[in-house]
């Protein structure tokens, strides 16, 4: 089992240009996350789906954009980098949501 | 306030030494807590969740006071490999955004 598994593991955008940052988990999961984590902040909630075909702003969604494609998968977009988007943005997963989550290795973003 | 407050650390502690992390919450209608464990450059890892009851996992013990709306982390017999950043969780059902990750305490154990 992969787990949970992201795509790119780093990526330098320049401001203005559009990304979509790729999760998928094997692990049957219903719920999926997506976290920014800044250094002194801690992890921050973008967005997240409890379910298959649902999807909810977190504390700071604004900027971003998710599709939860399938049951797999959970995709985050970034329609137009802006500097204060560069972070390290990880991926999670739980068997339901507010429970225990399992993350994957992390995309680090740079906007230029 | 912030929602879940950590001492950021750092704690440098021998190997061998006990060492305990209190993490603060605000909401008292918080329902679930977790401890991860963050090494540097890492994704975050389940270290334990924490039950009102309390529970123990080998050398660490994960207690909740919802009293004083807190819950901690011990750690007993540090080893060189407990070096990293552990973050508390609380999460809240009455609102979707309420997932909380606290910023985090750094531990360093020394030989």
């Known amino acids: 089992n992969a787990g949970v598994t992201q795509t790119p593991k780093f990526q330098v955008l320049k401001t203005g240009q559009s990304m979509t940052l790729q999760c998928a988990q094997d692990?049957?999961?219903?719920?999926m996350y997506w976290y920014r984590q800044d250094p002194g902040m801690g992890l921050r909630l973008i967005y997240y789906s409890a379910s298959e075909g649902t999807t909810d702003k977190g504390e700071v969604p604004n900027g971003y954009n998710v599709s939860r494609l399938n049951k797999r998968e959970f995709s985050l977009r970034l329609e137009s980098a802006a500097p204060s988007q560069t972070s390290v943005y990880f991926c999670?997963?739980?068997?339901?949501?507010?429970?225990?989550?399992?993350f994957g290795p992390g995309t680090r973003l740079t906007v230029l | 306030r912030k929602e879940v407050e950590q001492d950021p650390g750092p704690f440098n502690v021998p190997e061998g030494a006990t060492v305990a992390f209190n993490c603060t919450y605000s909401n008292s209608a918080s329902q679930s807590f977790f401890w991860y464990r963050q090494d540097c450059r890492k994704e975050p890892k389940l270290l334990m969740s924490v039950y009102s009851s309390g529970n123990e996992d080998g050398r660490f013990t994960a207690q909740l006071n919802r009293a004083s709306q807190y819950i901690s982390l011990l750690i007993r017999d540090s080893k060189l490999s407990d070096s990293a950043t552990y973050l508390c969780?609380?999460?809240?059902?009455?609102?979707?955004?309420?997932?909380?990750f606290g910023s985090g305490t750094r531990l360093s154990i020394r030989p």
């Open positions: 969780v609380v999460m809240t059902r009455s609102s979707a955004s309420k997932i909380i």
């Open positions: 692990m049957n999961h219903n719920s």
């Open positions: 999670a997963s739980s068997g339901t949501d507010y429970n225990e989550q399992f």
